[in-house]
């Protein structure tokens, strides 16, 4: 491995390799923290709380009252939100609302569908040698769920092709999973179900981590495609020390070998 690399995959870094290597070897490599956004903020204290509400249930078997859930959301939120960094369009209030009015939705609408059995899970397995560790947002007798929350829903197709999602069901020994998706544009949450076949997903696990393993042994990390979505000052939170400070880098060569007439290659092909 790679000096920096950490002895462990977790379905967030594949993802991020899979996305922008050089963004991975940013956060993991150089262990440069990207500004906190506002959104990841919000995904993370609305996942604090939901772990509450159903810790909650599988203790009591009932569900929390929506105030006794204000009074936790407010709490998360009121700690979490001291280290937001970039707010972007939101405030701290516009969140704890949009925050609220999402869980209430949650416990009227999705909750009392739930039987949870554990949330939360900490998982490490090992796949092809290499360690790959994460955590179960929920875990029902013969299913999965991953909370997302999100500005679009995901598609059915989304949720058919998430690996992460994909990963929970191999760990659980199970092939439904779902996606609960949080929508704080829309207000709304749906639950999206998908069927995994575990064993053809782990042989596209295997052949992944062997390929982005060797990349991290080799210490090469490329960036994305320019015209990626997320090769943006708005969207990576290394685009100042990447793509922007590349703009204005000094000392690059070009040296002009040809240009015009016909391309060599092609003549020798013809002379062959």
């Known amino acids: 491995?790679?000096?920096?690399?950490?002895?462990?995959?977790?379905?967030s870094q594949i993802s991020m390799l899979m996305r922008c290597p050089m963004q991975y070897e940013w956060r993991y490599i150089k262990g440069v923290k990207a500004p906190y956004p506002v959104a990841l903020a919000q995904g993370n204290a609305m996942h604090r709380v939901l772990q509450s509400v159903n810790s909650y249930f599988m203790l009591k078997k009932k569900w929390l009252k929506e105030a006794d859930v204000a009074d936790i959301w407010r709490t998360v939120w009121g700690e979490t939100q001291k280290e937001v960094e970039d707010w972007?369009?939101?405030?701290?209030?516009?969140v704890?609302?949009?925050g609220f009015d999402l869980l209430r939705t949650y416990l009227r609408e999705v909750a009392g569908e739930t039987v949870p059995v554990a949330c939360e899970e900490f998982f490490d397995v090992k796949i092809n040698g290499e360690s790959v560790i994460g955590y179960i947002d929920l875990v029902e007798k013969d299913s999965v769920s991953d909370y997302k929350v999100v500005g679009r829903t995901p598609s059915q197709k989304d949720v058919e092709n998430h690996m992460q999602l994909a990963l929970y069901c191999i760990v659980k020994q199970v092939k439904l999973g779902q996606i609960i998706a949080l929508n704080k544009k829309k207000q709304e949450v749906t639950v999206i179900p998908a069927k995994f076949n575990c064993k053809e997903w782990l042989g596209w696990f295997g052949d992944i981590i062997d390929r982005y393993a060797a990349m991290r042994k080799a210490g090469v990390f490329p960036?994305?495609?320019?015209?990626?979505?997320?090769?943006?000052?708005?969207f990576c939170g290394y685009y100042k020390q990447c793509r922007g400070a590349s703009r204005k880098k000094?000392?690059?060569?070009?040296?002009?070998?040809q240009i015009g007439?016909?391309?060599?290659?092609k003549a020798e092909v013809e002379d062959e």
């Open 1 to 11: 491995m790679t000096d920096g690399c950490p002895d462990h995959l977790s379905v």
């Open 88 to 94: 972007g369009e939101e405030s701290q209030e516009s």
């Open 96 to 98: 704890l609302v949009s």
């Open 223 to 234: 960036p994305c495609q320019p015209d990626s979505w997320m090769c943006s000052e708005k």
């Open 250 to 257: 000094k000392g690059v060569r070009i040296q002009y070998v």
């Open 261 to 265: 007439g016909v391309d060599p290659r």
